[in-house]
């Protein structure tokens, strides 16, 4: 019982295009062991064994899909059955009319546009580990 308390928070980082820092600093500061991955397919695998604290994913607009925006919903799909686990997400404002129309069917209240500030990155991993979902 006391493990459970004592273990560190887990945090899966989903990096497919990247482009930007490692944040391994920001996340060791806040205690959390990382499990990175570059792309979708393995992250889900990786989700049948694990359930992280928190994952964070990249919205990656891709025109050619034929019944979804983007990477991002595949990883959705299977975080309705972990609704514990925090999805933190960055995003091209460039392509933010597309994610738009993703957050108009998922509630996604982690977003943050490149270029990340790592200071609102930080407070978000705060905030992810300390508010509950089902009061957002």
Not at 31 to 43: G, I, N, P, Y
Request: avoid cysteine; aromatic fraction near 10%; glycine fraction near 2%.
């Amino acid at each position: 019982m006391n493990d459970k308390l004592n273990k560190n928070k887990s945090l899966l980082s989903i990096v497919e295009l990247g482009g930007y820092p490692d944040f391994k600093d920001i996340y060791s500061q806040h205690q959390l062991d990382v499990e990175k991955t570059d792309s979708m397919r393995k992250a889900v695998k990786i989700l049948k064994k694990m359930s992280p604290d928190i994952i964070v994913a990249e919205f990656n607009y891709q025109s050619d899909f034929r019944d979804r925006t983007s990477n991002l919903e595949t990883l959705l799909a299977v975080l309705q059955k972990k609704p514990d686990v925090k999805l933190i997400v960055f995003y091209e404002k460039e392509f933010a009319h597309q994610f738009k129309r993703v957050t108009e069917r998922f509630v996604l209240p982690y977003t943050l546009a490149f270029p990340i500030d790592e200071e609102a990155l930080s407070n978000m991993v705060t905030k992810a580990l300390t508010v509950d979902l089902g009061s957002l």
